[in-house]
């Protein structure tokens, strides 16, 4: 049974940092790219970035690239997004979702970890 | 930017057919997935490339696209399918793009 598994809720003061984790089971992780997606409160989805499963290449959206930096530990089937710089406008739960034709007009989101609320506040 | 744009809100009654649009520019040059999102919980995949539908989700959804609109449908809508949904597609542009998300009210 395939599971994304993230880590718990986040507390940050605006400058600071926060490093989610993604834990991946019950498929074959080199076969897949994990994307990050977040969700700011009534907002929609926007999508921050991936990683391929495969050989650790990434691709962020341009709105994130100098403050996201997506990583992997392919032994350990995780994935990670840590995001610099927080602002109040950071608060959002984050999603990691699995994807297995990355950047291809095939691919979506097929299954999606339960989420990771980030607040930002001073 | 690459926008999709979904209307706020569609309210149906048990047992109707609820209608969701997803409009873009050459939206039917791409392929559109849909997803499910109910109170509280992460998203869950519906519709993928237009028109199919993943194994485990009820044969009462279903999806199509005509040229710069797609469009989910709910046939026979129950209660357990109020939620919000949102229409995605790649572009090589611009990368994954969601839409503006749509309430579907099971009155």
């Known amino acids: 049974q395939v599971h994304l598994v993230q880590s718990g809720a986040e507390v940050r003061k605006p400058g600071a940092s926060v490093k989610l984790s993604c834990r991946a089971s019950?498929?074959?992780?080199?076969?897949?790219?994990i994307h990050w997606v977040r969700q700011a409160p009534g907002q929609s989805l926007e999508w921050m970035g991936w990683?391929?499963?495969?050989?650790?290449?990434?691709h962020y959206s341009q709105k994130f690239q100098d403050r996201v930096t997506i990583s992997s530990d392919t032994s350990a089937t995780m994935a990670y997004m840590e995001v610099t710089s927080l602002t109040p406008e950071d608060t959002a739960v984050y999603f990691c979702?699995?994807?297995?034709?990355?950047?291809?007009?095939?691919?979506?989101?097929?299954?999606w970890g339960q989420g990771s609320l980030v607040t930002v506040s001073s | 930017s690459y926008e999709l744009t979904q209307p706020p809100a569609v309210s149906v009654s048990p047992g109707q057919t609820a209608s969701i649009t997803c409009s873009g520019d050459?939206?039917?040059?791409?392929?559109t997935s849909w997803y499910q999102q109910r109170t509280g919980q992460a998203p869950v995949l519906v519709m993928y490339e237009d028109k199919k539908r993943p194994s485990g989700i009820p044969e009462r959804f279903s999806a199509s696209t005509s040229g710069n609109t797609a469009t989910l449908t709910i046939s026979g809508t129950q209660a357990v399918d109020e939620a919000d949904y949102y229409c995605?597609?790649?572009?090589?542009?611009?990368?994954?793009?969601f839409g503006t998300g749509t309430r579907v009210t099971v009155l």
């Open positions: 995605q597609v790649w572009d090589s542009s611009n990368l994954y793009v």
């Open positions: 979702a699995r994807d297995l034709r990355v950047a291809s007009i095939w691919s979506n989101f097929d299954s």
């Open positions: 019950g498929f074959s992780f080199s076969v897949y790219a």
């Open positions: 050459k939206l039917g040059d791409k392929f």
């Open positions: 990683i391929s499963g495969d050989n650790g290449n990434t």
